[in-house]
């Protein structure tokens, strides 16, 4: 038996990275998966993969009829929607605040917030209706802390952690759930800054990040994909309005090994007691 048997989901930027991943993972678990995605190639292909239990959707997840159309589409087909995953994204603008356009700007939060503004928008009258579902919106750590990603990038994902718990507040009451993922590096075509990226460039960003993880190796698109499956899955029905850090440690603070004093340091820890203690 399938830990997703029997659902429906919609997974957005489901062609490439993260989303093709809990893709391939959702349909494991026995899930039918409308992939959305503006890139028909990489979608179309790996829906053919997948066979009967998931259909490739083009779509520009910042536009709102395109949206509208991808919910209508699943619902459609497989007759409910069980899971919408707002995963597509892009790195968004780069560079120095004062050379950032306006024009940069208004892209940016289109494809990082608009687009789960409108997914949140579209899925939740078919959940709430229904009286079940699961919305998983795709952050990151840079969503947390400044410093780990682009200016705009940082301030996309930190709102849509925020939207997130607030609109868990409003879709509780219909059983719908809404939560969160903080992704840290994730060997994925966007974490090489190039949304064509081969295999062989994918692996040049793992070799050279790993030892800046705590972990010993950057993250995969199936470590985010088995949070993905957990929030999707019947296992989280008592879990909303909240976000998940799936980043190998990268979060919680400094390495160990970036911190040469500690690890020189020996007992008998030397320390001075006040008088009389
Ligand atoms: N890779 C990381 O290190 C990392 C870390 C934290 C968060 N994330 C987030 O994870 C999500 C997935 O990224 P990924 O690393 O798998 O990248 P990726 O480049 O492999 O995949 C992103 C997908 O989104 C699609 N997309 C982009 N704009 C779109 C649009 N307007 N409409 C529809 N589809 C669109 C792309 O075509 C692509 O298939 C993003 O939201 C990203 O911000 C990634």
């Not at 239990?53 to 459609?76: G, H, I, K, N, P």
């Not at 990151?140 to 990038?153: F, I, M, T």
């Not at 607030?166 to 060997?187: D, K, M, Q, T």
């Not at 800054?193 to 993250?219: F, H």
Request: charged residues 20%; proline residues 4%; aromatic residues 6%.
């Amino acid at each position: 038996m399938g830990r997703l048997d029997d659902k429906v989901a919609i997974i957005t930027g489901g062609a490439s990275g993260i989303g093709a991943g809990t893709t391939r993972r959702f349909v494991e678990e026995g899930a039918r998966v409308l992939i959305s995605d503006l890139d028909a190639e990489k979608g179309e292909a790996l829906a053919a993969e997948m066979g009967d239990a998931a259909a490739f959707l083009q779509t520009d997840v910042s536009q709102e009829e395109q949206v509208a159309a991808m919910v209508a589409e699943a619902t459609d087909r497989w007759g409910r929607l069980d899971c919408l995953f707002n995963n597509a994204g892009f790195g968004g603008a780069l560079g120095p605040i004062a050379k950032t356009t306006v024009d940069d700007f208004d892209l940016t939060m289109d494809v990082l917030l608009k687009s789960v503004f409108l997914g949140l928008k579209h899925a939740s009258p078919v959940m709430s209706a229904q009286g079940s579902g699961s919305i998983i919106s795709n952050a990151s750590v840079a969503g947390l802390r400044a410093g780990y990603g682009a200016h705009l990038y940082s301030v996309a994902k930190c709102a849509v952690i925020h939207l997130t718990k607030s609109v868990a507040l409003e879709l509780g009451e219909h059983n719908v759930r809404v939560n969160a993922i903080c992704p840290g590096f994730v060997a994925t075509p966007l974490a090489t800054g190039r949304p064509s990226a081969s295999e062989e460039q994918i692996q040049q960003i793992r070799d050279a990040e790993a030892t800046n993880q705590l972990l010993g190796r950057v993250g995969e698109p199936a470590d985010v994909a088995n949070m993905a499956l957990f929030l999707a899955s019947d296992e989280s029905q008592w879990i909303t309005g909240q976000e998940f850090v799936v980043d190998g440690g990268m979060a919680a603070g400094r390495p160990w090994s970036m911190w040469p004093e500690f690890a020189r340091m020996e007992r008998p820890i030397r320390h001075h007691r006040p008088p009389g203690r």
